[in-house]
T-cell receptor, first 114, second 115 residues
Framework: DGGITQSPKYLFRKEGQNVTLSCEQN?????MYWYRQDPGQGLRLIYY???????QKGDIAEGYSVSREKKESFPLTVTSAQKNPTAFYLC?????????????FGQGTRLTVV | KNQVEQSPQSLIILEGKNCTLQ??????????LRWYKQDTGRGPVSLTI?????NTKSNGRYTATLDADTKQSSLHITASQLSDSASYIC??????????????FGKGTKLSVKP
């Protein structure tokens, strides 16, 4: 089946730890995105990548890092510099970063700081 | 600031009834307006996508309308089912400068369908 797979579904982080969220797609899409969703808030863009080995900061990139070494994979690292990391994280992809192309989302990773 | 505002924030209806969700936006110019359905704890799934020149688009029991003059969109759900219980998110894609390809999300309307 084609789609986007995020793992793990649930993740617990201790204070001061870095954690990495996985996002893999087999849709052959060039563009990939990471969003953060908080209760009662709209999705906010963390990072996006339009092509392998290139990525750009979104609106709330501080405390996060990404890599795009392969077309299929766009992992997100939540660093200890992110002061309030507890949230629902969504990965998305598009064939290209163009206005009228469909965006597909993964099932999300819920990160909780313990 | 470009914004997407949705109303109501939450809505409870009885199974079988119709409902309409509203979306007002200030994004201008824009390329398209989308409606997504998000089940609790899951990723959003696309329902409709309309360009600025389209007035209406249907997907089964879901019908979206768009009035680009008043910058309003609505999502009408017909003969609701329990499985329609979810959050419905309005998303607008700008069409200017470096923002092309961006998606601006509303906060969503949480719909609960009761038996």
């Amino acid at each position: 089946d084609g789609g986007i797979t995020q793992s793990p579904k649930y993740l617990f982080r201790k204070e001061g730890q870095n954690v990495t969220l996985s996002c893999e797609q087999n849709l052959n899409h060039d563009a990939m995105y990471w969003y953060r969703q908080d209760p009662g808030q709209g999705l906010r863009l963390i990072y996006y990548s339009q092509i392998v080995n290139d990525f750009q900061k979104g609106d709330i990139a501080e405390g996060y890092s990404v890599s795009r070494e392969k077309k299929e994979s766009f992992p997100l690292t939540v660093t200890s510099a992110q002061k309030n990391p507890t949230a629902f994280y969504l990965c998305a992809s598009q064939r290209r970063r163009e206005p009228n192309t469909e965006a597909f989302f993964g099932q999300g990773t819920r990160l909780t700081v313990v | 600031k470009n914004q997407v505002e949705q109303s109501p924030q939450s809505l409870i209806i009885l199974e079988g009834k119709n409902c309409t969700l509203q979306c007002n936006y200030t994004v201008s110019p824009f390329s398209n307006l989308r409606w997504y359905k998000q089940d609790t704890g899951r990723g959003p799934v696309s329902l409709t996508i309309m360009t600025f020149s389209e007035n209406t688009k249907s997907n089964g029991r879901y019908t979206a309308t768009l009035d680009a003059d008043t910058k309003q969109s609505s999502l009408h759900i017909t003969a609701s089912q329990l499985s329609d219980s979810a959050s419905y998110i309005c998303v607008v894609s700008p069409n200017y400068g470096g923002s092309q390809g961006n998606l601006i999300f509303g906060k969503g309307t949480k719909l609960s369908v009761k038996p």
